[in-house]
């Protein structure tokens, strides 16, 4: 099956810097991957989609200066948290969509554990 | 907007038979997902329907009725493994964006 890949797994950083979360798509080109967050004992709430080549698309109370979406190519997205805050600490997970699969099945990454001090 | 239920927690025996009920509430409805999660891993797809019926993948089932805006994942023969969390999903115009419930955890005991 398809296999996304997230880097790093888990990272500690200080409140007030950034950080970058990678999402790859191992074994097919994803034109579309998705960003989710979720807290502890909680769902997976979208934060954003990802298109290849063009502008995220954010969901509805997301900040994207805040939450840095990048789809460079049909393999790479990148998640930068800017001016991490305490509460910024989560789970963050990216999907993707294999084109040549199910349009309904989306494969997910490992997840990243932020934890901003 | 879309909405779905389903409940918090489900307690069963090594070898029982247990169900995970979902409704849902969705404008435009393109089907009803099932994912698995073990704590601190990735979603795992299990199972979609987009018609009314029941879908058997070996141990797990998945049910649908679109009439009543309800859905179930159906697990047999439980084994230890099966301990996670359970989300029913649904699209939200289109199949570019994923509504999750609030998940089931699901604990298995010998």
């Known amino acids: 099956g398809a296999v996304v890949s997230q880097h790093p797994s888990r990272v500690i950083c200080k409140s007030g810097t950034s950080v970058k979360i990678e999402c790859r798509s191992l074994?097919?080109?994803?034109?579309?991957m998705f960003w989710y967050r979720q807290f502890p004992k909680q769902s997976l709430m979208l934060m954003a989609t990802?298109?290849?080549?063009?502008?995220?698309?954010?969901e509805q109370g997301v900040e994207k200066d805040k939450f840095l979406i990048n789809h460079a190519s049909l393999t790479l997205s990148t998640l930068t948290v800017t001016s991490a805050h305490p509460e910024d600490s989560s789970f963050y997970i990216c999907?993707?969509?294999?084109?040549?699969?199910?349009?309904?099945?989306?494969?997910f990454g490992p997840g990243t554990r932020l934890t901003v001090t | 907007g879309q909405s779905l239920e389903q409940p918090s927690e489900v307690t069963a025996v090594e070898g029982a038979i247990v169900q995970i009920n979902c409704t849902y509430q969705t404008s435009g409805f393109y089907g009803l997902s099932w994912y698995q999660q073990h704590d601190g891993g990735a979603p795992t797809f299990l199972s979609y329907n987009a018609l009314d019926g029941l879908e058997e993948t070996g141990r797990f089932s998945s049910f649908l009725s679109r009439s009543d805006s309800y859905g179930y994942l159906l697990l047999q023969e439980l084994q230890m493994k099966d301990s996670a969390s359970y989300f029913c999903?649904?699209?939200?115009?289109?199949?570019?964006?994923?509504?999750f419930g609030a998940g089931t955890r699901l604990a298995v005991h010998p």
């Open positions: 990802s298109n290849e080549g063009s502008k995220a698309t954010y």
């Open positions: 999903a649904v699209f939200s115009g289109g199949y570019n964006k994923l509504i």
């Open positions: 074994d097919f080109q994803a034109t579309t």
């Open positions: 999907s993707a969509r294999d084109p040549g699969g199910q349009t309904y099945e989306q494969y």
